[in-house]
């Protein structure tokens, strides 16, 4: 047996395999990647895309959980409190509120 498909339907089959890749790709709440840190290198947060970001302050390294929404990024503290949310800005760094952190890769 063999399946024609019609040009109309052929193209949709595309676009339909075109947005599933799209949506795997950065619909699922997507993860990022990069480290940022202030100016003086005090703190590092090293995003992985598997949503783990690796905080460093003063020579110690936790790893923390995240959820990326939009241009927010919820920090998951280690003791269960509130998340610390940082802002992605337009030119790519994140706004903690006090303090910028620079994308450094």
């Known amino acids: 047996m063999t399946i ?3 040009p109309k339907e052929h193209g949709m089959q595309k676009i339909g395999i075109l947005l599933i890749v ?4 950065f619909g699922c709440g997507g993860g990022m990647t990069g480290t940022y840190s202030d100016e003086h290198g005090i703190v590092t947060y090293e995003f992985q895309s598997n949503g783990k970001v690796l905080v460093t302050s003063l020579g110690g390294t936790v790893e923390l959980g995240y959820e990326k929404d939009g241009d927010r990024i919820r920090v998951k503290t280690a003791e269960g409190g509130p998340a610390q949310v940082l802002t992605l800005t337009e030119n790519g760094d994140l706004d903690m509120g006090l303090a910028v952190l620079k994308r450094r890769n």
């Open 4 to 6: 024609r498909f019609k």
């Open 22 to 25: 799209i949506l795997l790709m």
